[in-house]
């Protein structure tokens, strides 16, 4: 599978393991039932899969509490279950990205147990301190509805340590050269059980000001900050040398492409800004947004590659959006009791409830995600319109068990439901006997048929990942068109947000003879140099000829 930029074009499919699928019928997703639902990932053309954290951990933050790097959760299976996903996987042609959380610990790894126990340990400047808060750096949490600051006092050490995040998830201290070392370390282990990348964790609040004296990476013998990632790259390539490195560096769009480094840190980053202005584009109907977002993204040809996504398994996060929109889609989106928002950013819903389970929407949104440049980033369970589940607390709204099939607990699990380690939607427009992969994997107008053949359409056009992209404009405004130019073939790619028909007249330079239908039902009349679509509501065509 060695293929250095194999990470250009690749689609990407995210899940959680222990909600995934269980293999031993105790409630909970394991690595054994991973390995049974491989077909699947391959039949939905996935080249990689990105698995959440499955570290032993006291799951006080779904798994991002890390209370061993070097280990799998006894609940999710082995290490030898783990290599043994990765070498079935790869023989499916299909890469294994982890999830690795290095901004925090919990408190409950060893690390930070020895550090609070003996200030004279090694372990102690592991991570940050204080004994007089009145004189401490201070600033705002990332989670400011929970945790009234970054300080919280242990009675053991005597003094306050630094958190950005929950208080159970003390930061480490990355401008210690032994830490960074453990981290470089734990990078090579998880190669050798063959992994092939990683998601960085709060790349960005990795690189913040930290502790008392608001240090950053810039106090250290490295040069600037980014030299972190780029070390971390280094070691990478040098265990593997197609392995890549995946930001999660939710920053500025102004400063995003310093994450990668001038192509020698981040291979791959997570596009927030596409990802707030496409799902509220399609939400609202107007193209608008996705020129927006095209306007404040840098320019990062040759340096890196964005991974575009609709929803993730957090809060869909507004922040990236114009105030006048975020204050919008504060209220346009919002379930009617106000519970979906969270952290004054976002909501926690699914991409179905977004858009009203209208499977239309849903199939445009990944329709213009899939012809965006760059990679792709796909939900487990926005495929086939899972919704969210807002009882469960925080961000456990979107994170409820695969639906699989209208048996017991979706067939995720044969375990007792009350067992489960969360439970299957079983109510309403989303339950598990309405919403399955079962009941949509052989309907040719099901969610999961368009959005597979979404998937297989992309690998049949090297165009999005490897040609020049441009913007066409279009009137009228609900219709968004744009095309790729690559060794004298062009792709077109046009879709009408509208929830009634549009029609649209673009330049196309075309042989009217030679155009080809790649995906999609919308109309189209190709004449010498023009070429008109007809869309119905939330329709998309693909198009793609040799250029005259």
Known sequence: MSDPDWYEDATVYSFDVKTFDDGDGDGWGDFRGAIDRLPY????????????????????????????????????????????FADRAHDRGIRVITDLVFNHTSIDHEWFRRAREDPDS??????????HLEDA?????????????????????GKHYFHQFYSHQPDLNVANPA????????????????????????????????GHNA?????????????????????????????????????????????????????????????????????VRDAWPLYR???ILPEIEGVGTWVNFLRNHDEWNLLKLPEEAFEHAREYFGDDAGDSWIFERGHRLRL?????????????AHALLFALPGSVALQSGDEIGMGADLSLPEREAV?????????????????????????????????????????????????????????????????????????????????????????????????????????????????????ERVVGEGDYRVADGGITVELGPHEYVWLRGEKR
């Open 41 to 84: 990932l391959e039949e939905l053309g996935v080249d990689a899969v990105w698995i959440r954290p499955f570290y032993p951990s006291p799951l006080r933050d779904n798994g991002y509490d890390v209370a061993d790097y070097y280990g799998v959760d006894e609940r999710l299976g082995t290490l030898a279950d783990f290599r043994e």
């Open 122 to 131: 090694e372990y102690h400047d592991y991570y940050l301190w204080t004994s």
């Open 137 to 157: 750096h201070h600033r705002g949490n990332i989670f400011p509805e929970y945790e009234d600051g970054v300080w919280s006092y242990d009675e053991l050490a």
């Open 179 to 210: 830490v960074r070392e453990e981290l470089y370390d734990v990078l090579r282990f998880w190669l050798d059980q063959g992994a092939d990348g990683f998601r960085i964790d709060a790349a960005h609040p990795m690189l913040m000001p930290k």
């Open 215 to 283: 240090t950053t990476l810039e106090d250290t013998e490295l040069d600037e900050p980014i030299d972190l990632f780029k070390r971390m790259r280094e070691v990478v390539e040098a265990e593997q040398s197609d392995a890549v490195l995946l930001a999660e560096a939710d920053d500025e769009p102004e400063h995003l492409d310093y994450y990668f480094g001038d192509g020698e840190a981040f291979h791959l980053q997570f596009n927030f800004v596409m990802n707030a202005h496409l799902t509220y584009a399609v939400g």
């Open 293 to 295: 977002a095209h306007e």
């Open 352 to 364: 179905a409830d977004l858009y009203d389970g209208d499977r239309d929407r849903i199939a445009l």
């Open 399 to 515: 994170r409820t068990p695969m639906q699989w099939d209208d048996s017991a607990n979706g067939g995720f699990s044969t375990a007792d439901p009350d067992d489960c380690y969360n439970p299957v939607v079983d109510e309403g427009e989303y339950a598990y006997d309405r919403v399955n992969v079962a009941a949509q994997r052989d309907d040719p107008d099901s969610l999961l048929s368009r959005v597979r053949e979404l998937s297989r359409a992309r690998d049949r056009c090297p165009e999005i990942a490897r040609g020049d992209f441009g913007i066409v404009d279009a009137e009228p405004k609900e219709v968004w068109a744009h095309r790729f130019d690559r060794e004298g073939t062009v792709l077109l790619c046009a879709h009408n947000f509208a929830a009634e028909p549009r029609d649209a007249v673009f330049g196309f330079d075309v042989d009217p003879d030679a155009a």
